[in-house]
């Protein structure tokens, strides 16, 4: 990894920022503990970010192509079956499972669907 004294203090500012955040609300440490490591692995965050963006929810396939083509920055048709069949694979039995373990996400198996977290 070549960081660039911009990408340092960038990462910096994040870190603080987060920090700032965290302070800000009343959360136990293991709360926090939980957040950060859900949040830790990107695949998670970028799935995360693609059911929000499809509101209503989107099958798992759909998922993992989005998920695929940020992770990569080209376009599906770019990308391999086997590249996305490995991100899909990942998503399934990994990613997946611990979102909607916390409430993050919910997963229609039937339909192969996931939608949004609610927490009631």
Do not use: W
């Not at 500012?13 to 830790?40: F, K, M, Q, Y």
């Amino acid at each position: 990894m070549t960081d660039t004294p911009d990408t340092d203090a960038d990462c910096v500012d994040a870190v603080l920022t987060i920090l700032d955040r965290l302070e800000s609300e009343d959360l136990r440490p293991e709360e926090t503990d939980v957040a950060l490591t859900l949040l830790s692995n990107r695949r998670r965050r970028l799935l995360i970010d693609v059911v929000r963006t499809y509101e209503g929810g989107l099958t798992l396939p759909d998922a993992a192509e989005e998920v695929a083509k940020r992770e990569t920055g080209v376009p599906v048709t770019a990308l391999s079956p086997e590249h996305i069949r490995d991100v899909y694979v990942s998503l399934y039995h990994d990613h997946l499972p611990r979102l909607v373990r916390f409430g993050l996400l919910e997963y229609e198996q039937e339909r192969d669907l996931v939608e949004p977290g609610y927490r009631g």
